[in-house]
């Protein structure tokens, strides 16, 4: 069994000319598949097209990312999401959306109240959106955690859909998370010495509904932290998190994948094998 990067970014690789490398490592590193995680609408084509072509090894989400939402724009933008669900490469979720304090605007407070009112729009309209599709969404939350859960609670969503990327918070968050159906995914900040709360946060959602992700090129996990991150580099965190789970690396890969195709609604094994493998050519 093969591990899944649950949420990878590649256009960054694919403009580089890198791509093709970039899959053929992450096949080395024992990788089955990835879902290359939309941002905004100069994404969305291009990730349709990456996993037509890869299909089986690749899947695509389309979504607006909260720091990528400006007033006046947004609406248009969302608008034209729905559309990808009837074409005949279907994104596996709606994502990445949600909510972003950390980059707000820090001089001007005015005008990050505005930038932060558009965000909260763009993502109920976004929850909504999936609400009508019945799709699992992909939650972007960074320094606006209890923010993103009061806005899902009030959107109606089923947080069984639910997964907060980039799981970086802590285990009373994680179990505000589980009590209501939603659960979080791990990237390689699992690895960081100065971790211990989001370790914490894994072992409260329990192996039984872990996955894992890159978030590549960002955030990479220990050997290989402030370089670059990639696809393969997952194969780092899945040993980790065998580790601190007290399983072998066959089960921790199994369990994960299992979750990652499970929630995403993903080919089985031998299907996505057989079909990434024709993509490759």
Known sequence: MGLIDSHTHLDSFARRGELASTLAR???????????????DEDWEFYRQIATDHAGFVDYTVGLHPCHV??????????RISAYWSSEKRPVALGECGLDRFHLP?????????????????FFAQLALAKELDCPIVIHS????DDCVQVID????????????????????????????????????????????????????????????????????????GKPNEPAFVRHTA???AELFGVSYGELAEVTTAN?????????????ADQGTTGLL
């Open 26 to 40: 992450a096949r080395e590193f024992d990788l089955e598949g990835m879902i290359t995680v939309g941002t905004d």
């Open 70 to 79: 400006e007033a006046g724009t947004w609406e248009d933008q969302v608008a």
């Open 106 to 122: 820090r001089k001007d407070e005015a005008a990050a109240d505005r930038v932060y009112a558009a965000q909260r729009s763009a």
């Open 142 to 145: 960074r320094g606006a955690f």
């Open 154 to 225: 009030d959107s109606g969503v089923d947080w069984a859909k639910v997964v907060f990327h980039c799981f970086a918070e802590g285990p009373a968050e994680m179990t505000t998370l589980r009590e209501r159906g939603g659960v979080g995914s791990f990237t390689g900040i699992l690895t960081y010495k100065n971790a211990e709360a989001v370790r914490e946060a894994a072992k409260v959602q329990g192996l039984e509904n872990l996955m894992i992700e890159t978030d590549a090129p960002y955030l990479t996990p220990v050997p290989h932290r």
């Open 239 to 241: 040993e980790f998190a």
């Open 260 to 272: 990652a195709r499970r929630f995403f609604g993903l080919a089985t094994g031998e299907t996505a």
